[in-house]
Nanobody, 126 residues
Framework: VQLDESGGGSVQTGGSLRLSCTASGRTLSQYAMGWFRQAPGKEREFVAAIRWSGGMTTYYADSVTGRFTIARTNTRTTNYLQMNSLTPADTAVYYC???????????????????WGQGAQVTVSS
């Protein structure tokens, strides 16, 4: 399985970016898709996730709730992270991840995901 991210870049405070993650090599319809980020000198942290369980359920870190939105195409091959009202604290490398059979209690745990993208740099300037 390969996860390809795109859409990173540089914006000013208050700006928006949309990250995309496209999966290839396997059907990921039963996989939860997540986004994590890692800022310089900090540990990787959970950002958002989306999981199919009879319907799409989304999860967000407190720091991005109300500003970021995760969505997934009907074919579930691509997911998006729409990021609004960005601040310098959002500057990081953002990673897309896919995890099979994740239950709610595991979607925020990066160790539960089997596949990872290469990362996309997001830089927010003040």
């Amino acid at each position: 399985v390969q996860l390809d991210e795109s859409g990173g870049g540089s914006v000013q405070t208050g700006g928006s970016l949309r990250l995309s993650c496209t999966a290839s090599g396997r059907t990921l319809s039963q996989y939860a898709m997540g986004w994590f980020r890692q800022a310089p000198g900090k540990e990787r942290e959970f950002v958002a996730a989306i999981r199919w369980s009879g319907g799409m359920t989304t999860y967000y870190a407190d720091s991005v709730t109300g500003r970021f939105t995760i969505a997934r195409t009907n074919t579930r091959t691509t997911n998006y992270l729409q990021m609004n009202s960005l601040t310098p604290a959002d500057t990081a490398v953002y990673y897309c991840a896919a995890g099979l059979g994740l239950i709610t209690s595991r979607v925020r745990n990066g160790a539960a995901y089997q596949y990872w993208g290469q990362g996309a740099q997001v830089t927010v300037s003040s």
